[in-house]
């Protein structure tokens, strides 16, 4: 299968600042990459949709001022917790999708944000 | 309701059992259906993925899809102690744009004892 990495994969700051989650592609281009965030013993939630290129398209309910996403490449998403909050700690797992399986995702390892 | 129902369990069973985890879902669109593995502290892993009715088998684990009754399974057979996960089930439709975009199940965690 593709191979979906994501950096860090943990990361503790202060509240008020921002931290910067890297998701990449190693071995395929991806059309579409998904934004999940998940709590203890919940499931995938998703955040947001991008497409290479493209603005993000975000589910009802996440605040797009608050998590940036930028798709700049094919390999490479982003996604920005700005002006972090305790509340926003949480576990956040990036997948990917390229054009030959558009029904497949491939997910990070994912990132685990503790705000204090 | 939510558009998909997964037990949360968790599901203890012993080592050698036949294990059966199963979601519903409210969505008749949907087509296909996926089952993922994750791990603590992972991300997901895709096990199994089929598209309408009918059983997919692949080693221990058998899919099984039951449109008409909005029902889907995962049956592991001789559970080893590393079958130990969480198991989420998942299920798209196609969007406007011709995307898919899962909708996940909140999971079943199965733990199997030696």
């Known amino acids: 299968g593709a191979v979906v990495s994501q950096h860090p994969s943990w990361v503790i700051c202060k509240s008020g600042t921002s931290v910067k989650i890297e998701c990449r592609s190693l071995?395929?281009?991806?059309?579409?990459m998904f934004w999940y965030r998940q709590f203890p013993k919940q499931s995938l939630m998703l955040m947001a949709t991008?497409?290479?290129?493209?603005?993000?398209?975000?589910e009802q309910g996440v605040e797009k001022d608050k998590f940036l996403i930028n798709h700049a490449s094919l390999t490479l998403s982003t996604l920005t917790v700005t002006s972090a909050h305790p509340e926003d700690s949480s576990f956040y797992i990036c997948?990917?999708?390229?054009?030959?399986?558009?029904?497949?995702?491939?997910f990070g390892p994912g990132t685990r944000l503790t705000v204090l | 309701q939510k558009e998909v129902e997964q037990d949360p369990g968790p599901l203890s069973v012993p080592e050698g059992a036949i294990v059966s985890l199963n979601c519903t879902y409210s969505?008749?669109?949907?087509?296909?259906f996926m089952w993922y593995r994750q791990y603590s502290r992972k991300g997901p892993e895709l096990l199994m993925y089929?598209?309408?009715?009918g059983n997919k088998e692949d080693g221990r684990f058998t899919a099984q899809v039951d449109k008409s009754s909005k029902y889907i399974s995962l049956f592991i057979r001789d559970s080893q102690p590393s079958d130990s996960a969480t198991y989420l089930c998942?299920?798209?439709?196609?969007?406007?744009?011709?995307?898919?975009?899962?909708?996940f199940g909140r999971g079943t965690s199965l733990i199997v004892h030696p």
């Open positions: 991008s497409n290479e290129g493209s603005k993000a398209t975000y």
């Open positions: 071995d395929f281009q991806a059309t579409t």
């Open positions: 969505n008749s669109a949907f087509q296909y």
């Open positions: 997948s990917a999708s390229g054009e030959s399986r558009d029904n497949e995702q491939f």
């Open positions: 089929t598209y309408s009715s």
């Open positions: 998942a299920m798209s439709a196609r969007q406007s744009g011709g995307s898919y975009i899962p909708t």
